[in-house]
């Protein structure tokens, strides 16, 4: 956190995760397991985002890769 966001933030991140310990203790199981699955449902969503914007790049690029190799007859 601290690379992403800067050292301050990285603080604020310490305090998250040692809270986030504390929870998980006093919680009860299918309230940690809801909680880990929103953790990674955030994450998912950059990547989801992100796929969808490169799309476009990555088949110009494979196009252009493939013709090339088929050119070079290594296809």
Same mark, same amino acid.
Request: cysteine-free; hydrophobic content about 50%; proline content about 3%.
């Given at each position: &956190?601290?690379?992403? *966001?800067?050292?301050? *933030?990285?603080?604020?991140? /310490?305090?998250?995760?040692?809270?986030?310990?504390?929870?998980? #203790?006093?919680?009860?199981?299918? /309230?940690? &397991?809801?909680?880990? /699955?929103?953790?990674? #449902?955030?994450?998912?969503?950059?990547? &989801?985002?992100? !796929?969808?914007?490169?799309?476009?790049?990555?088949?110009?690029?494979?196009?252009?890769?493939?013709?090339? &190799?088929?050119?070079? !007859?290594?296809?």
């Amino acid at each position: &956190m601290s690379f992403l *966001a800067g050292v301050k *933030a990285g603080k604020y991140y /310490d305090y998250f995760y040692l809270s986030t310990i504390v929870l998980g #203790a006093i919680l009860s199981m299918q /309230d940690v &397991m809801n909680i880990i /699955d929103i953790a990674y #449902a955030l994450m998912a969503l950059p990547t &989801m985002i992100s !796929g969808f914007l490169l799309a476009p790049k990555v088949l110009k690029e494979s196009r252009s890769y493939f013709s090339r &190799m088929k050119a070079e !007859g290594k296809l």
